[in-house]
């Protein structure tokens, strides 16, 4: 199977789930990877080099993606500057993401998991444009960390607003902060939904969140903790 | 418009790119081109309309670059069979404490706000 199929096959896959979201209603990347995940189950291991080489390119893509996230961060924090206190904010995202990086090395290391999985699981909560390459660094799976990374934003996205009304968190800022700090896009996509002051703070926090986990998931590491 | 925003943001990631590979580092210039950029924006050299197109081309398809990363867990997946239990709770204990934190801190320091003189 040539290495091209595969890589007109994953834009094919994003196009058609992309187009078709009205309907659907699910995640795009969600079902664009799936759709791919059943063929490459179909076609079995033997594919596996060809696929490498065919997703190869796509590496090259979060680059300019990654920086482009720099504009809403640089819109929000001028927005947040006036209307939020930035400092108790900023050290709220920072609390949140040591507490989100360390708890999740720290249970999987107690419930046995290697090295390895650990430094794919300790960029969880950034968005996959940052964690994807902190894992590639930290020598984590960068396949592991996306999956992880997507099925948390998902399941963010599902239980995230109903978990946080049981809680009482009823302001559209804090519901947003959430949101955003733990589900990343899906669950910044299901705060701009409930209501704009929702989705802009979602949007500071996924970004400033991400930024934030990307440092403290190289200290946990430079500390040892994986 | 939007060529201009994507263009500028390549050009950051190739300076972030030029910048790692000349100190030897591993890491993807992606982020420190992100850093760059961001400070560019916050000092006001490049003027945010000029690129908020263009970034806002690049952010709605994120997920583009990943789909075929994401699928390739189905590799992964074999590879951490033995270790998915630790993977599972893991994942759910670390997202749900950070989404209850960060809900109850924001909300206490909000109605705080609300309630002072």
Known sequence: MSALLFFLGCAGAYAGAYVTRARHRLPVLMLAAAVVGVVLVLLGPGVEAAFRQGIAP??????????????????????????????????????????????????????????????????????????????????????????????????????????????????????????????????????????????????????VHGVLTVGVSFLLHALRFF | MRIIGVVVCVGFWLLGEAIVRSLGSSYGGGLVGFALFFVTLRARLIPLERVRGGSGLLVTHLAFPIVGVTAGVTYAARSFAAEGVAIVVSTLVSTLLCLSVVGLAAKWRLRTETTDP
């Open chain 1, 58 to 207: 796509y590496s090259y893509l979060l680059g300019p993606m990654t920086v482009a996230l720099a504009v809403p961060l640089a819109e929000a924090s001028e927005d947040g500057a006036r209307k939020a206190r930035v400092g108790f904010t900023t050290a709220l995202l920072l609390v949140s993401a040591g507490l989100s990086a360390a708890s999740i090395v720290l249970v999987a290391r107690w419930l046995g998991a290697s090295a390895t999985a650990c430094a794919s699981l300790a960029p969880r909560a950034a968005t996959s444009a940052l964690s994807v390459p902190t894992s590639e660094a930290l020598a984590g799976s960068a396949s592991l960390t996306s999956v992880i990374v997507a099925t948390s934003g998902v399941l963010v996205g599902l239980v995230g607003p109903g978990l946080l009304s049981l809680l009482g968190v009823k302001d559209p800022r804090a519901r947003g902060l959430a949101l955003g700090a733990s589900g990343h896009l899906v669950a910044t996509a299901r705060a701009w939904e409930e209501s704009r002051e929702a989705g802009t703070a979602s949007t500071f926090a996924l970004i």
